[in-house]
């Protein structure tokens, strides 16, 4: 069966710092896709990125990277000098491709970021 | 474009009524989904749909009905209310499964008193 985990529920840092976020995923399918939103305050979701199971380059934009491990079934995120916008709910997700499936997106359950100045 | 678009925003229902959630997209988009989301908890699927006609249970859909009559419109229905269904709702829709980014709703936030 499909599921993410985010073991870290909560994380605080001081402005600047850089900081990770874990994402842990199963899935039985050879192609899937994983994604990672953000949910800022106001509520809203936000895409932040997509990546197929056949891609493994990491991924870099502006102050923000993705480290995607098969090997460990990993999809984690970095932000480097953090900036106290960055406060939000990063949420990581894993959708399978098979059409009979829907498409359905399965969440982890989030992991809310605090950024003091 | 609207995207997608859930009235209401805000509501408060008393134990054991009854009400719909809304839900119109207008990209054409086949594939339509409602997610709840709990603190702490993520988002889980409580329906889903691939297309006019065609709905399908996702992870927590007990006291909870739609229809899709319409490639446009995803309605939830909640039938009696019941405290554990305070959460916030979220509908989403995408163009085709697994790759495709999910457009979301603003959301909407639902006390059950």
């Known amino acids: 069966a499909q599921k993410v985990t985010q073991a870290q529920t909560e994380i605080s840092v001081v402005e600047k710092e850089d900081v990770t976020l874990d994402c842990v995923y199963e899935?039985?399918?050879?192609?899937?896709?994983l994604f990672w939103y953000k949910q800022p305050p106001s509520g809203e979701l936000v895409f932040l990125i997509r990546?197929?199971?056949?891609?493994?380059q990491n991924e870099i934009s502006g102050r923000y990277s993705w480290n995607f491990q098969k090997s460990t079934s990993s999809f984690n995120f970095t932000i480097t000098a953090s900036q106290v916008v960055d406060s939000a709910v990063y949420f990581c997700?894993?959708?399978?491709?098979?059409?009979?499936?829907?498409?359905?997106?399965?969440f982890g359950q989030g992991t809310e970021l605090s950024v003091k100045p | 474009n609207a995207g997608v678009t859930q009235t209401p925003k805000f509501r408060i229902l008393k134990i054991g009524q009854s009400m719909t959630l809304q839900c119109t997209q207008d990209?054409?988009?086949?594939?339509m989904y409602w997610y709840r989301q709990d603190p702490g908890m993520g988002l889980k699927l409580i329906y889903y749909?691939?297309?006019?006609?065609?709905?399908d249970k996702g992870e927590v859909p007990n006291g909870y009905n739609v229809s899709r009559s319409t490639t446009e419109d995803f309605p939830l229905r909640l039938e009696l209310a019941a405290p554990s269904q305070t959460s916030v709702y979220f509908c989403?829709?995408?163009?085709?499964?697994?790759?495709?980014?999910?457009?979301f709703g603003a959301g909407s936030r639902l006390t059950v008193l």
């Open positions: 989403a829709s995408s163009f085709r499964p697994g790759a495709n980014v999910l457009t």
């Open positions: 899935t039985r399918d050879t192609t899937y896709y």
């Open positions: 990546r197929n199971s056949f891609d493994e």
């Open positions: 997700a894993l959708s399978e491709s098979l059409y009979n499936q829907g498409g359905k997106l399965i």
């Open positions: 990209m054409n988009h086949n594939y």
């Open positions: 749909s691939v297309g006019a006609g065609i709905t």
